[in-house]
């Protein structure tokens, strides 16, 4: 077994799966990130439900934006820290974000809902400026994204106290958006459901490999 670092990788590149599997998921990153933009122009477009959340009712909305996005962009950074030390636990964590996106492509389509009640508008320092700089979204809302994206690293770190950090975080996250009035409890709920499938997925496409 290679070494963490840079050792791995350069075991892993001899791999010629490995550097098929690496390029098409960047590449399918790449096109989402670009296309997710106009799917949800769409999606915003579109008249939903308004559903009825006893807890969100019971819950004082305030905007929690930076606290929200300090905790993701954190976890993530920590996250992609580890993971660039282990190759193939890289590249199955990159093909299950593209998975969960495309399956939340499919969850969006069937479940058009609107904004709940009292809604407060996130501000994400980063995906506004890039992406949504006039036309913020409010409608990409089953399932919670910024929850299941968090609890997709949690899944595929490989140390155990970074895995229950990320938990942690997962949880504060999904509360946060809940207090913001930003999704749904079912939003929230929902969202560890679909990133383990998403992360299940990934494992059957690629198979059995050593977690390096």
């Known amino acids: 077994m290679p070494r963490k670092g840079a050792s791995s990788w350069a075991w892993a590149w001899n791999d010629p799966s490995f550097r098929w ?85 499919g969850t969006l389509w069937l479940a058009p809902l609107d904004p709940p009640i009292g809604l407060v508008l996130l501000h994400d320092p980063i995906v506004d400026t890039l992406f949504y700089p006039t036309n913020p979204i409010t409608k990409d809302l089953f399932f919670s994204g910024h929850t299941a994206t968090l609890m997709l690293l949690s899944l595929g770190v490989r140390s155990l106290w970074l895995r229950r950090l990320l938990l942690v975080a997962t949880a504060a996250v999904g509360f946060l958006v809940l207090v913001q009035h930003a999704h749904y409890t079912s939003d929230v709920l929902a969202a560890p459901f679909f990133a383990g499938l998403s992360f299940w997925l990934a494992g059957k496409l690629f198979g059995k490999r050593p977690a390096i």
């Not at 439900?49 to 606290?67: E, K, N, Q, Y």
């Not at 660039?84 to 996106?101: E, K, N």
């Open 21 to 105: 599997q690496l390029g098409l998921g960047l590449l399918l990153g790449i096109c989402l990130a670009f296309g997710m933009p106009h799917y949800f122009a769409f999606i915003e477009a579109r008249h939903g439900r308004v559903l009825a959340d006893p807890l969100l009712a019971r819950l004082p909305a305030f905007d929690t934006s930076w606290i929200t996005f300090t905790i993701i962009y954190l976890s993530i950074l920590v996250a992609l820290i580890h993971l660039g030390q282990r190759p193939l636990a890289f590249v199955q964590v990159l093909w299950s974000y593209c998975l969960m996106h495309l399956i939340r492509i």
